[in-house]
């Protein structure tokens, strides 16, 4: 066996077992929620999606605020950055985090939503929004991991523009 074809070898266990520990811990977060309906499906895969390839996702140099909450039910961490321009309007958002797919896929989803809107609207979010932009039924238990990156952005907005 050449060294290449060991090194693919290797590559593709390491692969395989990523894609099983990213698999059950999605899985783990969206066990719990309410029986799969077809919609749900794509919503899923979306989630899954956001979580394996999140948007946005690395700390912004200079921003309005930023914004840590955790939600210690779950283990879940999110960093908001905020970065308004003069006419109050989202000119850059990013995130920072760990924790559950569900968690880190909101904040990823809420990130993209956001962008380009204004301070006023973001202060009108509710956490209804944030159901709809994940589309599928969520446990009790879950509700506090997708609502988590809103949590941080109402929170930093709070503390540091009011
Ligand atoms: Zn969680």
Avoid: W
Wanted: charge should be negative.
């Amino acid at each position: 066996m050449s060294r290449n074809e060991i090194q693919v070898e290797v590559q593709d266990s390491v692969q395989d077992s990523v894609q099983d520990s990213v698999q059950n811990s999605v899985q783990d977060s969206i066990q719990d929620s309410l029986p799969i309906h077809e919609e749900e499906e794509l919503y899923r895969e979306n989630i899954i999606d956001h979580y394996r390839n999140p948007r946005n996702k690395f700390p912004l140099e200079k921003y309005t605020f930023s914004h840590k909450e955790n939600n210690p039910l779950c283990g879940d961490e999110v960093c908001i950055f905020l970065k308004l321009d003069s006419k109050h309007f989202v000119s850059e958002v990013s995130f920072t985090g760990q924790g559950c797919a569900i968690s880190q896929a909101s904040a990823s989803l809420l990130s993209e939503h956001i962008k380009g809107t204004t301070l006023q609207k973001i202060q009108q979010l509710q956490k209804e929004d944030i159901f709809k932009l994940l589309g599928i039924s969520l446990s009790p238990g879950r509700v506090h991991c997708a609502v988590l990156s809103l949590k941080a952005l109402h929170k930093g907005i709070e503390k540091n523009l009011k």
